[in-house]
């Protein structure tokens, strides 16, 4: 290569300014020194309380919800239109953790070079795809892994779909059963209350186990009217 050519290049490089642009967290003058969306605070680049760095320090992204017109979103988000404005959303298969900064990739999202799993969740290494850790199980759009029943809960949120946290343990709401996780208790199954079998339409807790009450007759799991 000509040497000339590349003496060129360097000083069109330098005198861009380019090469001086600093990365959030190194030292700083003046706000014009700092990459993208930065600005000098304490004399360091930092992005805006709202902004998230990028993994390399080189741009203050913006967080789930935040508008996006022409600038990038945070990992695993998209700039996408929701009701006139532009917005960052996670993108299928992530969802957002409540401070809206990072995408969590959810139960069954491929999680291979660390790509972060939801809470209580955790990247099975041979699949590569996110699973909820021991004790916990998914709901049905595998965007929560909750405490099974029996585990140890503080607020109902903390349970499987369909349970609820009683006195720290998480149980079946009424109307579902376990063991692990919670399912409709059905025709046939076991009751101790009247609500038991509210999931099936004209059953009732008869003798301990739902039955269709006494004009209805079973067909299949239903409570049929003639018989
Ligand atoms: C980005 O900046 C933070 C805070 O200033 C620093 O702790 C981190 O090591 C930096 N990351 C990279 C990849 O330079
Ligand atoms: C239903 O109740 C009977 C009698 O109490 C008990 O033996 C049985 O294990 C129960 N079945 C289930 C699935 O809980």
Do not use: W
């Not at 299928?92 to 491929?110: E, M, S």
């Not at 720290?168 to 609500?195: H, Q, R, S, W, Y």
Request: glycine share 8%.
């Amino acid at each position: 290569m000509d040497a000339s050519f590349v003496i060129l290049v360097a000083f069109v490089v330098a005198s861009s300014g380019f090469e001086l642009t600093s990365d959030i967290g190194t030292s700083c003058t003046n706000s014009e020194q700092c990459v993208n969306g930065a600005s000098c605070v304490n004399d360091k680049c930092a992005c805006p309380d709202d902004h998230v760095p990028h993994g390399d320090n080189t741009s203050c992204l913006e967080k789930v919800n935040s508008q996006c017109e022409g600038r990038d979103c945070i990992a695993h988000a998209s700039c996408v239109e929701l009701d006139g404005s532009r917005v960052c959303e996670c993108n299928v298969g992530f969802v957002r953790n409540a401070a809206g900064d990072q995408c969590l990739a959810k139960v069954g999202t491929d999680c291979s070079g660390g790509v972060p799993c939801l809470g209580d969740g955790t990247c099975d290494v041979t699949a590569e795809l996110c699973e909820c850790v021991a004790g916990h199980s998914p709901n049905s759009d595998y965007s929560i892994c909750g405490v099974n029943v029996q585990g140890t809960c503080n607020i109902d949120s903390d349970c499987v779909q369909y349970a609820v946290c009683n006195e720290g343990t998480c149980a079946c709401d009424v109307g579902f059963k376990g063991p692990e996780t919670c399912v409709k208790i059905a025709l046939g199954d076991n009751c101790t209350m009247p609500n038991d079998c509210k999931h099936v339409k004209h059953a009732v807790c008869a003798e301990k186990q739902c039955a269709c009450a006494a004009t209805y007759t079973q067909q299949d799991n239903v409570c049929s009217d003639f018989a």
